[in-house]
Each structure stands twice: as structure tokens, then as C-alpha cells.
């Protein structure tokens, strides 16, 4: 848990840094005078600042982590500075520039951000390359959500095609979006090819049962057992492989479903140890565990690894951060549905991202991706984003006329309001949906 916390705080931090970065630089470019430059907001008071000698600019960090912002000369923004706003205005402020310089001001902070993430993709490219298991090798098939299997789809059937494309890929983010912007898609159902019908709305069918599509159909096969546990006790031994629980064939999330239900209660294991089958008596502890660590995906299927050299990571690079950008920006379709809203997560939900110990890959993959989405959500036409300012300036290009300051001001209280509802309703969600799990459990 403190990891994640860490992690959030530190993507978060790194995020906002950047983003405002790019505002700043692009206002001293215009030699547009910035007097603050802030790692989260500071309500009546900062947790730290300074000003340097010969500097019009504040830095500081404050105690209240919803973002960041820059306070640049002669914008109306969240600081309400109307006595600002109030004077002549000076060649060195913001509202006495061109149109144009003001706009690449605004979009400057989405722009670096997409250029972050892209710069992630490129170096995890480079420096990782790619493992994934192809999931038309995945034999045994996957395990379906109820949601899935309304639609035609049954555990064991392995992800072929979708609309004739081969899903050569890992069962990672571009697949999932093949798969539900496909009309049809071709399971492998024993010796049979078998197509399953998608309907259109089948996104909103997983957002409004929360169950998901699909997971990994894996054996139950030990890679460790902790000495004294309960599976010690019973005999399991390293490489076993369950076969079946109370005579009931089972893969893995069965196998953890009959021991999390059965606590401190004696079951019966059909175990596989090389060439011979046994039976174990296996009783879980009080918490339902029996302290059994597994094989891991790759033990199973085969995975396939792609190196790529630095020129090559580049374009890999920037085909990643383009597919993650247009991916989000069409899932943007189903957030504002009754659906969408109901799953509308906040800051837990993020930190549930980042895995319970610190991996620089993985860290540096999710920070990427919150790069994509905070450059999109910002670039969103709502006053009080970048977006709501590149919607205004955008206006008085076309019409030469600039908003008046009253309607500027009101339209940002509007838009920052609103901005802060969904701010706290997600949060509200998320910890809704830790009491309800706690409940049910």
C-alpha cells in the first residue's frame, strides 16, 4: 500500500511538473512574465516557496495535491486576480500578446506531456523491448466474465481473430480494443473455429455489470510452497499441479475460489507430481489461504520478446503514445453514459495501477499512460482546463473580438466547479466501492 501511495504521489508530481513546464517555458519564450510556478495548489498557505534574485517568479509546492498551476501576468485564471486585471495592461503580460502566442502558451503544457509520454515509450523500447504471449497460443483458453459468455463466448475458447485480423498480440490494451470494436471474432472451441457475434453496445454491457471480458485460463501448478503452510502440511510439493478439488476439475481461479470458501475446512486434491496422480488432504487456514505460490503466465504459453534499436524505438515510441492518445479519446464516448459515470474512479483507483512493489517498468508504463490522459482531459473545451482557454482564443481568432473579462471569469467559476464535482465524486466512488467490497465479502 505505501508503495503505491509513493508511486501516485511521485507520477502525480512528475505530471504536473511537466505540464506546467510547458506553459512556463512557452510564456518566457514570448518573454511573458510568470509570477508563480507551483507543484499543487496553496490555498492561504504553501508548504514551501522561494523567489530568486533577479527572477519575477515564485516557486513553490503546496499542501493541497489537485494539480499545479503557473500564475501568469494578465490571465484571468484560478487566481481571480481582478485587481491585476484592473490595471493598464503591460507589453510583458499575457493578455497583451498576439492571439497566436497566447494560444501555443495554453496548448504548450498538453503538448509536453504527450511528448513525455511519447519519450517513455520510446526508452522502455529501447531498453526493455516488448515480451508478450500471443493469445491464439494461449491452448487452454481464457475465462470468461458473465458478460462475455452472454454473448456467445465459453471458458476454454481461445481469442483467434477479430473480423478476420489474428490476434498475434498479448492480451494487453489494443487487443481488448480489437476485440470490442469488432462485429465478429473467431474463437478456437476444441477442433471447431466458432464465430461469436458482437453487439454494438457491448462495452456498455461490461461497464454496467462491472464484470470485465476475459482473463487467463491457467493451470493451478505450485512454483513454491511456504514451508509450515497449510499446503506443506497437506504434502504439496514444488511443480505439483492441481487437477481437481472434491472431484471438480479446476484451473486457477477455481482453485482459489474453493480454497478462499472452504476456511479451516479439510478438501480433497487431485494432485499431478510428474508421471503420477495422488490425493492430498488440503485445509486452509482461518483467512482461506493455504500460502502456495504459482508458475507464472510464461511457464505456460509462450512468450514472445521484440528488441528494438534506438531508431527503431522511436517510431515505436510515437506509434504507442498515438494509439494510447486515439484509444482514450474514443473511450472518451462511454464516460459521460450512465455507465461510464457509475465507474468513474479517482485517486485509489489510480494508485490501483501501479503494482504493490516498486518496478521501473512498470511504473514508468503507468506514468506514461496518466501523461496521455491528463494531456487529453486537459485539452478537454471546459473553462478552467487548457482547453476551456484554447476554446476562448480560438474565438476571437475567428471573430476578432476578444470574451469580456465578466464573461471570462464567471464561465471559469462555472467550469471549475464543475471540474471539481467530478474530482470528488470519483473519489467518492472509489471509496463506495471499497465498502460495498468489504460488505460483500
Not at 66 to 72: A, F, M, R, T
Not at 209 to 230: I, Q
Not at 345 to 367: H, R, Y
Amino acid at each position: 500500500m505505501l508503495s503505491s501511495i509513493l508511486q501516485l504521489i511521485a507520477s502525480l508530481s512528475i505530471l504536473v511538473i511537466v505540464h506546467e513546464f510547458g506553459h512556463f517555458i512557452m510564456a518566457r519564450l514570448f518573454k511573458i512574465r510568470v509570477e508563480k510556478f507551483y507543484l499543487f495548489f496553496n490555498p492561504w498557505f504553501s508548504l514551501f516557496k522561494f523567489k530568486p534574485k533577479k527572477s519575477d517568479t515564485e516557486y513553490g509546492i503546496g499542501w493541497l495535491p489537485l494539480g499545479g498551476y503557473v500564475k501568469i501576468a494578465g490571465m484571468i485564471d484560478e487566481s481571480m486576480d481582478r485587481e491585476q486585471m484592473a490595471k493598464p495592461a503591460q507589453p510583458w503580460e499575457f493578455r497583451s500578446h498576439p492571439a497566436w502566442q497566447r494560444l501555443l502558451v495554453m496548448v504548450a503544457g498538453v503538448v509536453f506531456n504527450f511528448i513525455l509520454a511519447i519519450g517513455i515509450y520510446v526508452f522502455i523500447s529501447f531498453h526493455w523491448g516488448e515480451d508478450y504471449i500471443p493469445l491464439y497460443k494461449v491452448y487452454t483458453g481464457m475465462e470468461y466474465s458473465s458478460t462475455a459468455k452472454s454473448v456467445g463466448f465459453q471458458d476454454g475458447d481461445v481469442l483467434y481473430a477479430a473480423d478476420g485480423e489474428v490476434l498475434d498480440l498479448g492480451f494487453g490494451e489494443e487487443s481488448i480494443r480489437k476485440i470490442l470494436a469488432a462485429k465478429k471474432i473467431s474463437v478456437l472451441r476444441g477442433a471447431d473455429t466458432v464465430s461469436v457475434n458482437m453487439p454494438e453496445d457491448f462495452m456498455k454491457l461490461m461497464l454496467r455489470d462491472k464484470k470485465g471480458f476475459a482473463n487467463y485460463r491457467m493451470p493451478f501448478v505450485a512454483d513454491s510452497v511456504v514451508a509450515g503452510s497449510p499446503g506443506a502440511v497437506a504434502g504439496l510439493k514444488d511443480g505439483d499441479r492441481v487437477l481437481a478439488i472434491n472431484d471438480t476439475t479446476v484451473f486457477l481461479s477455481d482453485c482459489l475460489r474453493f480454497i478462499s470458501s472452504h476456511k479451516s475446512q479439510a478438501m480433497d486434491f487431485e494432485v499431478l507430481r510428474g508421471s503420477d496422480t495422488l490425493n492430498l488432504m488440503v485445509t486452509p487456514n482461518a483467512n482461506g489461504k493455504i500460502n502456495v505460490y504459482m508458475k507464472p503466465l510464461s511457464y505456460f504459453f509462450p512468450v514472445e520478446h521484440v528488441s528494438y534499436g534506438f531508431l527503431e524505438s522511436v517510431p515505436e515510441g510515437i506509434s504507442k503514445g498515438v494509439k494510447k492518445l486515439t484509444g482514450y479519446a474514443g473511450d472518451m464516448q462511454y464516460v459521460f453514459t450512465k455507465e461510464g459515470v457509475e465507474n468513474m474512479g479517482g485517486f485509489i483507483a489510480i494508485m490501483g495501477l501501479f503494482p504493490s512493489s516498486f518496478d521501473m517498468q512498470s511504473f514508468l508504463e503507468v506514468l506514461a499512460l496518466l501523461s496521455v490522459v491528463l494531456a487529453f482531459m486537459n485539452i478537454l473545451p471546459i473553462p478552467g482546463l487548457d482547453g476551456g482557454h484554447v476554446l476562448f482564443l480560438l474565438y476571437e481568432v475567428v471573430s476578432r473580438r476578444k470574451p469580456s473579462q465578466r464573461f471570462m471569469e464567471v464561465s471559469l467559476m462555472i467550469g471549475m466547479a464543475f471540474v471539481f464535482c467530478l474530482i470528488i465524486y470519483a473519489n467518492l466512488n472509489d471509496v463506495i466501492k471499497i465498502v460495498l467490497s468489504h460488505f460483500s465479502n
